[in-house]
């Protein structure tokens, strides 16, 4: 059979990458910045990085035999990747909804963008900023809205005594302190 009659997968690319997935029903919330990188990738990969692909791809077809020029096949696939990440990125951008955390400066309760310093009873200290799913890096200590931690702490004030249920049980912490960044 030849290959133009094989199907492809019907499913999400997307998922099958291991990039992080919406709740059913929830809002991508994102703070500006985490919006404007996204932003910008897109636009690099749209008027930089593809087109350079596509010139590749078009310089190795001409020089015949495809099947194994490996600069035809290597850039084949490189373009899949990239479109593949230009969709994810379009369809994140189209349902994002960009929150300021700025506008909750001053404020001692918790909401999406707070940078939250919380102790747990055994004495441990830990810091955590509030992002979106998309933009939150938990090397850099930013967590994702809907990650247990930050779902304990949203709303919360500081002082409050939460419950955070975790695999090796509930453990109790203590909001110490919430701040969000200066309006510009």
């Excluded at 990458?17 to 500006?32: F, H, I």
């Amino acid at each position: 059979m030849s290959k133009a009659f094989t199907k492809e997968s019907d499913g999400d690319e997307d998922e099958a990458l291991g990039l992080p997935a919406l709740p059913v029903g929830a809002r991508n919330y994102m703070t500006p910045g985490g919006y404007a990188r996204l932003r910008a990738e897109l636009f690099t990969l749209m008027d930089d990085e593809r087109p350079k692909v596509v010139e590749v791809v078009h310089w190795a077809a001409s020089n015949g035999d495809r099947s194994e020029n490996g600069d035809y096949l290597y850039g084949k696939k490189r373009l899949r990747e990239i479109d593949r990440r230009i969709r994810f990125l379009t369809k994140r951008l189209e349902v994002a909804e960009v929150v300021d955390p700025t506008v909750h400066h001053g404020s001692e309760q918790v909401y999406f963008g707070a940078t939250v310093t919380y102790a747990e009873a055994s004495g441990t200290e830990r810091t955590v900023t509030i992002l979106g799913i998309d933009e939150a890096d938990s090397l850099q200590g930013q967590v994702t809205w809907v990650s247990p931690i930050a779902r304990t702490l949203l709303k919360s004030r500081e002082g409050d005594e939460l419950k955070l249920v975790t695999p090796s049980g509930v453990v109790l912490i203590e909001v110490l302190s919430v701040s969000y960044p200066a309006p510009a």
